[in-house]
């Protein structure tokens, strides 16, 4: 079976220092990953996703995550946090080999401090 | 924004009553999902459907049934709803299915549901 963990829950970091979430997965097959956002009081929304090749993801809002196979890890790094990213990130594994799974990290709400 | 519209968004029940959770979507995506969202657990799939009529089981199916029959709703209805099922329930669409790589969902703006 598959599993994620994000090792944080709440992230306090002051405006405009670099902030990092951390995410882990298990899985015997291969997977896709995906980082969504979530800020309060609105849907998900997707952040960045890695499907192959370069191991380094760049996404919206200059977020960008690394995947390493070896320690099957997908951490979530910004160098600047602004108050707009306020919200809780959530990070998904896809088994490619299912065709309906997107198991989900518990979430880590990120709290940026002036 | 992907166009997608969940209703009512914010609904207060009692024990035991009926309720209907609605997705419609604009999209024409073949994948829908029903997922639930309490704190400490993030998100867990509830039920979805992968066509009109094709739906199925995810992992906290128990006490909650869906229909789909049109490509633009899915129902999710709570058949005698209980006080730990009030959570926040979001729907989410997809084009293409989990597994391959052009997979991405994307979710409405949720409903809260209370159960008193």
């Known amino acids: 079976a598959q599993s994620v963990t994000q090792l944080d829950s709440q992230v306090p970091v002051f405006e405009e220092a670099p902030v990092e979430l951390r995410c882990n997965y298990s899985?015997?097959?291969?997977?896709?990953l995906f980082w969504y956002v979530q800020y309060p009081n609105q849907g998900l929304q997707l952040l960045l996703k890695?499907?192959?090749?370069s191991t380094l993801v760049k996404g919206i809002n200059g977020f960008e995550a690394e995947f390493n196979k070896s320690q099957t890890s997908f951490h979530l790094r910004k160098p600047s946090v602004h108050i707009s990213d306020t919200a809780e990130y959530f990070c998904?594994?896809?088994?490619?080999?299912?065709?309906?799974?997107?198991?989900w990290g518990a979430g880590t709400k990120l709290i940026i401090k002036p | 924004d992907a166009g997608i519209t969940q209703s009512p968004r914010h609904k207060v029940t009692e024990t035991g009553t009926p309720v209907t959770l609605r997705c419609h979507q604009t999209?024409?995506?073949?994948?829908m999902y029903w997922y639930r969202q309490d704190p400490g657990h993030g998100l867990r799939l509830i039920h979805y459907?992968?066509?009109?009529?094709?739906?199925d089981k995810g992992e906290v199916s128990d006490g909650y049934s869906v229909s789909r029959s049109k490509t633009e709703d899915f129902l999710l209805t709570l058949e005698s709803a209980t006080s730990s099922q009030t959570s926040v329930y979001f729907c989410?669409?997809?084009?293409?299915?989990?597994?391959?790589?052009?997979?991405?969902?994307?979710f409405g703006p949720g409903t809260r549901l209370t159960v008193l």
């Open positions: 999209e024409n995506h073949r994948y």
């Open positions: 989410a669409i997809s084009e293409s299915e989990a597994g391959t790589s052009y997979n991405e969902q994307f």
């Open positions: 899985s015997s097959v291969s997977v896709y």
């Open positions: 998904a594994v896809s088994p490619m080999d299912s065709n309906y799974q997107l198991i």
């Open positions: 890695y499907l192959s090749g």
């Open positions: 459907s992968y066509g009109v009529k094709d739906t």
